[in-house]
């Protein structure tokens, strides 16, 4: 048999904050010689097997672990259900895993679905999918794609979400990058460098936008070192060189040295929290033009972005909808009636064609018989009287 060691976890602001590695020791005997001798799990269909410590675990299709399980590599493919605490060197699942305890590992790849009951503490974890925690998650690198949820602190040094986020404690990192794309929340963030964008802000129609897709990240207390944030509500935002993007509504902010605040953002109040009595000329507040902050491509794409952002009430909305539809049901009657016209020319053409090989087959074979019998019964008495001159 074998035991998991596990090194201590430190991930603290400032600091490197990567998860240790989990080594997977063979235990020593009385007479001080490791046993070699470590057994396997591999279930295949449906199956159950109890806990215990493992080198190897794998499940293809429906298994279910009752018990702490400790193991140095652990695949699932299909559905997992670990009734206990998980701790494993490498984790790999694609499709559904549920964890009722703990879980531990040195590395996390999963496709699908991954649902903790307890704590989760990885060294890197990518995930495309889901992520569900009961309890907080600490990782050196976490990279997920989809849905991230977690019942605590989320304490990670690399943080890169791309989706939805919803967080009941603090985000510490010391490098965060979201991308939205729902309504996401978090009761605190700190970042040294904190990127907060929104992946869609509308739908648009023959290139025009319509409407607004509300998806924003709300969090009371924003801080970090360098702050880029795009459709965030919070109540206070603290930086040293803060950015202000589009769709934000901000109550507070704080910076030391620069301060950005996009035309459509609303802040409510904003104050130079640096050395010196006032802002100095780099921290001026920046409120960029339209036409120098997001160039338009045309007048016509201009014309609809502004009235995409002018334009909020519900009628004024269902009239753009009406005008949409109107538009686009007189695109596609003139590409019918085109399309129409080109497909009776064709069969005209067509017809014309096969009228005239008709009238040739049917009318011209004849004439040309009939022109010939003529021809022979003209030149018959010509013969007639050669005939007769030859012979005398």
């Not at 965060?176 to 970042?191: F, L, P, R, T």
């Not at 009595?277 to 001026?284: G, L, R, T």
């Not at 020319?345 to 064609?353: D, K, P, Q, R």
Request: glycine residues 12%; contains cysteine.
């Amino acid at each position: 048999m074998a035991q998991l060691c596990r090194r201590g976890y430190n991930s603290t602001m400032g600091q490197a904050g990567a998860a240790k590695p989990f080594h997977f020791c063979p235990r020593r005997t009385r007479g001080g010689k490791r046993e070699t001798h470590v057994a396997n799990i591999k279930i295949a269909g449906s199956g159950e097997a109890g806990g215990g410590r493992y080198d190897s675990v794998s499940i293809a299709g429906s298994g279910r672990l009752t018990g702490d399980v400790e193991a140095r590599r652990v695949r699932v493919a299909g559905s997992g259900d670990v009734q206990g605490a998980l701790r494993a060197g490498q984790v790999r699942s694609s499709g559904a895993l549920r964890v009722s305890g703990t879980l531990d590992a040195e590395e996390l790849r999963a496709s699908g679905s991954v649902r903790v009951e307890g704590a989760c503490r990885v060294g890197k974890a990518r995930v495309s999918g889901s992520l569900i925690a009961g309890g907080p998650v600490q990782a050196g690198e976490l990279r997920l794609a989809g849905s991230l949820e977690v019942g605590g602190d989320l304490d990670s040094r690399v943080c890169r979400v791309s989706g939805h986020l919803s967080v009941s404690g603090a985000v510490k990192a010391r490098e965060a990058e979201i991308v939205i794309n729902g309504d996401s929340s978090a009761a605190k963030i700190q970042a040294d460098t904190l990127t907060v964008l929104r992946q869609c802000g509308s739908w648009q129609v023959f290139g025009l936008r319509w409407g607004e897709v509300k998806a924003a990240l709300r969090a009371d207390e924003i801080e970090g070192n360098e702050l880029h944030l795009e459709a965030v509500s919070a109540q206070r935002v603290r930086g040293r060189r803060v950015r202000i993007g589009p769709h934000s509504t901000i109550e507070l902010v704080e910076y030391s040295q620069s301060l950005q605040i996009d035309p459509t953002a609303k802040v409510s109040r904003h104050t130079f929290v640096g050395e010196g009595a006032a802002a100095p000329v780099a921290a001026e507040v920046e409120r960029p033009a339209w036409g120098k902050d997001r160039r338009a491509s045309s007048v016509l794409s201009w014309a609809a972005r502004v009235a995409g952002r002018e334009v909020r009430r519900p009628t004024a909305r269902l009239a753009l909808a009406l005008a949409g539809l109107l538009v686009a049901a007189v695109a596609v009657g003139l590409v019918l009636f085109v399309a129409l016209n080109v497909i009776g020319l064709a069969i005209s053409v067509v017809f014309g064609v096969a009228l005239m090989a008709v009238l040739v087959v049917v009318v011209g074979v004849p004439v040309l018989v009939l022109g010939a019998v003529l021809v022979r019964i003209l030149l018959l008495p010509v013969e007639v009287v050669l005939r007769l001159a030859r012979r005398r």
